[in-house]
Each structure stands twice: as C-alpha cells, then as structure tokens.
C-alpha cells in the first residue's frame, strides 16, 4: 500500500552529528511554551491592571513575574509602564484573551507536571470568568 522510505531523513543529513545543532528535551521545549504563555497573560493581566485597578491583579502580576523568571533561568520578563483607561468593550475583550491565555497554560503546565504554574494558571482562568460573568451581570442589571 505504502512505499518505503528509501532516503535518509532530512533533517538527519542536514544535522548530522554536528555538535553545534541545537537539541532541547521535551521539558526544555515546554518550560519555553509555559513561559511564553505565562508572559502573555502577564501583559495582559499589566493591561488590565492600567483599566481597573486591584489588589488581585497586583499579586497575580507578581506571582505571574516570578513563574516566568524560574522558567526563564532567571530572567524577568519585559514589562511595559502602565497607561490610561480605555473603554468598557476592550475590558471585556482582555478578560477573554487572559481567560483564554491562562487555559493554554494551564494545558502545559499539566502536561509538565508543574504544579505551581498549574494552581497559577487555574486561579486566573477563575478570576478572569468570574469578572466576565460580573461584568455581564451588571450590563443585564443596567
């Protein structure tokens, strides 16, 4: 049904056994994944923080710092300065994209067994659909 393979690989021949080729494990590659996921949400959560002010979100900035920091081997992710309030639509839009964020941490954290990104990562996703279903309560009541 199927023809064999009757040339090397690619990928093979073009690496061959040259040290220089950069080879990661898998944890290596998903730690890069997690971090990548987690400094998104961090951006996000700055953004939110720059709309509506919080005592949560500040904790979860810095907790969401330093998960990122560890996964990096040390170094913090970039932050940009905090800036004015926009209108209430995009509120609604960043509270998706960190729910949404978080989730995709979530999955990668579980699948490194990384249970503090894990927790992390599940108390925003919490946070995040309580303020939507909030918000929407309150454009129902009003």
Known sequence: MY??????????????SSPD??????????DIQLAGHLAALLAVTDELRALTPSADLDAAAGRLTEQVTR??????????SLTSAAPEPRLAALHRRAH??????????ASRADTAAAILSAERMDAHAEAEAGRRALRAAG
């Open 71 to 80: 996964l990096r081997g040390g170094h913090a992710p970039a932050r940009p």
């Open 21 to 30: 080729f950069p080879h990661r494990s898998r944890e290596e590659e998903l």
């Open 3 to 16: 023809e064999p393979i009757r040339t090397k690989s690619v990928h093979t021949t073009m690496a061959g």
């Open 100 to 109: 949404t964020l978080a989730g995709r941490a979530l999955v990668v954290a």
